[in-house]
């Protein structure tokens, strides 16, 4: 038993080593091992039997995947007597993070808010604005719009997450950074400025990874949004454009 043993272990390991390296070999196993013939050409039998599970691990097992989802009611807010574009690039409104496992022991995680981005940012506007107007493209020269007071383009800078597994605290947590862009409609800088916000959950509210991740990435975007709706008139940069547009002094903190 202990040589067959050694002899299976040995042969796991070179099927791993030549399957690993040979992506071509990789793709002949797989349809060898489907068919059920000519693979006994290449390995024992039980090199066989080794590579199939290899096989298994390699193109079977994918990253925790999760398209983050959630409610995003508007802000119970006196809206700004403004009109307000809005620009959403495709790298905002599709946004996802791919962490890649750093061990055997870890899993790889791809976050997928942009969505969910795109949902919570359009609630936010559409109660701190008089109107917003969508915009499907870049501003910039060519494009004004005299009706449009600015443009926000919103960006998502960062994003980071943390799982008990890699903390070892009872939490799940998500971080983001925004950066904002205030322009004219013909694409003139307005102002710049960035943002962050935080969410959290406990293990013991839910049942798996990934419906705890994601409940931190949707605490994480109402974060983001009250943030936004309380600091908005405190941005230094853009105090005397809010006045020079004939908002009233007192919805401008100083």
């Known amino acids: 038993p202990g040589a067959m043993v050694a002899r299976l272990w040995d042969s796991m ?6 399957l ?3 992506k071509p070999l990789r793709m002949r196993c797989i349809g060898w091992l489907a068919q059920g013939k000519q693979a006994k050409r290449l390995f024992p039998l039980e090199t066989i039997a080794l590579a199939a599970l290899l096989l298994g691990s390699l193109v079977g097992c994918g990253p925790n995947k999760v398209v983050v989802q959630g409610n995003f009611p508007p802000p119970l807010i006196e809206p700004l007597p403004l009109t307000l574009g809005v620009w959403f690039a495709d790298d905002f409104s599709k946004h996802e993070v ?3 496992a750093k061990s055997k022991r870890d899993s790889s995680w791809v976050v997928n808010s942009g969505g969910a981005q795109v949902q919570m940012w359009n609630a936010l506007l559409v109660g701190m604005f008089e109107k917003i107007v969508p915009f ?11 009706d449009v007071d600015a443009v926000l383009i919103p960006h ?9 597994a890699q903390t070892n605290v009872k939490v799940y947590e998500i971080w983001m950074r925004y950066r904002f862009e205030l322009v004219t409609t013909d694409g003139t800088p307005i102002a710049q400025w960035t943002m962050s916000s935080y969410g959290k959950t406990p293990t013991a509210l839910l049942q798996s990874d990934q419906d705890a991740v994601n409940l931190a990435a949707v605490m994480a975007l109402r974060d983001a949004g009250a943030n936004f709706a309380t600091h908005f008139t405190r941005v230094p940069a853009l105090q005397d454009w809010l006045r020079q547009q004939g908002v ?7």
């Open 13 to 18: 390991i070179t099927a791993d080593h030549r």
């Open 20 to 22: 690993r390296r040979d």
């Open 98 to 100: 791919f962490d890649e």
């Open 136 to 146: 499907k493209d870049k501003p910039g020269p060519g494009r004004s719009n005299p």
């Open 156 to 164: 998502v800078e960062e994003l980071q997450y943390a799982i008990p």
């Open 248 to 254: 009233p002094v007192s919805t401008v903190s100083p």
